[in-house]
């Protein structure tokens, strides 16, 4: 039964709608006696005779007709399967699986996919969102095509990272904080603040966790998340405040955004590949995009 291959199912098909071995070869356009062959060693895997013959006549047996139609819905099945397997290596219908972190998802990546799809509308984005270290690992483990991520990763062999662009870092305090009419300020007039950063240690807490060491002053952490946008409500709610990438998660009036001057703060956003694995051509397309786009500087207008 494991070795029935598709060209013995249609030569059975076209057999069992002609109901004549030489009307069939002739459709088939092969000899006659390969089509004979074919039917007997397809019998022979079935293990049941599929056709009676009667003089040069050649029958349906009712085995054979109650085969007929599961022999369609395999050669179905495996066109299917075939057309499944070309769409995947398809650069106009294949499949990108993107790993991204959240600030990239809420409008940066939206945008550039609508861009790219007005183009190639047949191609299909999978998403997910993670933190810095899970995107990674996606890639490594070849769940992500593609990431999105920032800053640069690190002693990971075998990934290609290129520069997007710059996510500006600002400092958003509560409405009515002591630093909410100032233009701008420094870390040092954060060093004694309650402040609301991200849980996992790669990504942006390693650039805000950097920058304080470099100048000697300590975090004084009081609440972790990764999800900006619970963060940017706990700091609405006066719990904390924090450096976010601009822009913010969501507009609101109940914070402020405070320009850092001293330093200023960037963190490189970069698209990243496994270039141990070859990528698919839909996901070749979108890289050339991105990085025909590449050298943006984001959140100026929004802290100006």
Known sequence: MDRINPDWLRTFLEVARTEHLGS???????????????????????GVALFERVGR????????RRFVPRAERLLNEIRDAIADAEGA???????????????????WLPDRLARFLQSHPAVRFILAEGTAAEVVSGLVAGNFDLGILGPPPTHVPGLEIHPLFQEQLAVVVPAGHRLSGSRWCSLLDLADEPLILPRSRSGLRK????????RGLVTQVAYEGDDLAIVQGLIEAGLGISLLPMPLPAPSTRVAVIELREPPL????????DSRRMLPPAARLF????????????????IA
């Open 24 to 46: 069939a070869a002739e459709r088939l356009q092969a000899d006659q006696s390969t089509v004979s062959r074919k039917i007997s060693r397809l019998e022979e895997e079935v």
């Open 57 to 64: 006549s050649i029958r349906l047996t009712w085995a054979g």
């Open 89 to 107: 290596v398809s650069a106009e219908t294949g499949e990108v699986h993107i790993g991204f972190l959240h600030t990239v998802g809420t409008r």
């Open 207 to 214: 650039v805000i966790d950097d920058a304080f060491e470099a």
């Open 266 to 273: 960037e963190r490189t956003m970069t698209l990243c590949w």
């Open 287 to 302: 890289v050339q995009q991105l990085l025909s786009e590449a050298g943006e500087r984001t959140g100026l207008p929004a």
